[in-house]
């Protein structure tokens, strides 16, 4: 990849996350934008090694239309560049923006898109590439102008991240009931993501997240109540389809064994009735846009 640093000019920052900042970039000469992660110098060689690795995956997932596609990496300055497609809104954004800002909702048919997208995303990775996400959660899925919905975050250095993720004191748990306490489940499995994925398809459904957390409830006690507690229930209240509901709850199931796999999301009656509705989403993304602008 045929880019420096010192060709690029920062612009806007466009979010914060555990380990570091995303920017959007303009290659002095071209024109072109990209979004660029920088990752800060903290890590140490060997997981630097692993992250470049890790990129390398990334740069492979090119074929999958539901993925942000991945130009490169660098180094520079001791930190780690990451060059990807520049996207207009993470979901978490999106849904903060439309249920708090705008006090509208994310209308089924659009869920029913994002997750159609996030599901393929999740299955191309682990069918074709044999990685898993590890850290799905309404941020790291993107959505552009176009009504694309793609998955971002895969792969890069899941060892190194997420054990700054784990210990990121104030976010949210998405994070499975088997993964808090890994001991007895070692090995990462497939179902772990589709347990995020449920938190995730929870929150924008619904525009809350499932659990109900009070702000002095510590994230070691929230923690508590994903391993020890009930599985999260769609409120009655909220205007979902009863299969959106069994869907979301086919994701929450607790014990991993009895979770479904992504090959069985796919063919869930939510999915197969998103498939045939064809929505394009664009329009609405764009309004909601409109909206924030004159807010
Ligand atoms: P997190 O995913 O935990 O929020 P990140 O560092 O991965 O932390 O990303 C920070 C923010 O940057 C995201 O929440 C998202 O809003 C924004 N972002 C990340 N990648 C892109 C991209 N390719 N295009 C546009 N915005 C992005
Ligand atoms: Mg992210």
Redesign the pocket.
């Known amino acids: 990849y045929q880019c420096k640093a010192k060709d690029m000019r920062s612009e806007d920052e466009?979010?914060?996350?555990?380990?570091?900042?995303?920017y959007?970039m303009r290659h002095r000469k071209k024109g072109t934008v990209m979004?660029v992660?920088k990752i800060r110098a903290t890590i140490d060689n060997d997981e630097r090694r692993r992250l470049m690795m890790d990129v390398n995956v990334a740069c492979k997932s090119l074929d999958c239309p539901y993925t942000?596609t991945f130009y490169g990496s660098l180094f520079h300055d001791g930190d780690v560049w990451i060059f990807?497609?520049?996207?207009?809104?993470?979901l978490?954004?999106l849904y903060k923006l439309v249920y708090e800002k705008l006090k509208l909702t994310i209308p089924e048919a659009v869920v029913g898109k994002m997750a159609e997208s996030t599901i393929k995303a999740l299955h191309f990775l682990k069918s074709t590439l044999n990685v898993l996400h590890r850290?799905v959660?309404p941020?790291?899925i993107?959505i552009n102008r176009s009504g694309q919905v793609k998955l971002?975050?895969f792969g890069i250095a899941a060892e190194t991240i997420n054990s700054f993720?784990k210990t990121n004191i104030g976010?949210k748990p998405y994070l499975a009931p088997e993964r808090i306490n890994p001991t007895d489940n070692p090995s990462f499995d497939q179902r772990s993501d589709v347990w995020s994925f449920g938190i995730t398809f929870f929150e924008l459904a619904v525009g809350q997240f499932p659990y109900p957390f009070p702000k002095d409830v510590d994230i070691f006690k929230q923690l508590e109540l994903v391993v020890k507690g009930r599985p999260p229930r769609v409120p009655d209240s909220a205007p979902v389809s009863p299969e959106l509901r069994s869907f979301i709850h086919r994701c929450l199931t607790k014990e991993v064994s009895n979770r479904p796999k992504f090959h069985q999301l796919l063919d869930d009656p939510f999915i197969k009735r998103t498939e045939t509705e064809d929505t394009d989403i664009g329009p609405w993304f764009r309004d909601i846009l409109e909206r924030e602008a004159s807010l």
């Open positions: 466009l979010g914060r996350g555990a380990f570091g900042a995303v959007r979004a992660k942000v990807m497609e520049l996207m207009d809104r993470c978490d954004q850290d959660k941020s790291n993107l971002c975050d993720t976010s």
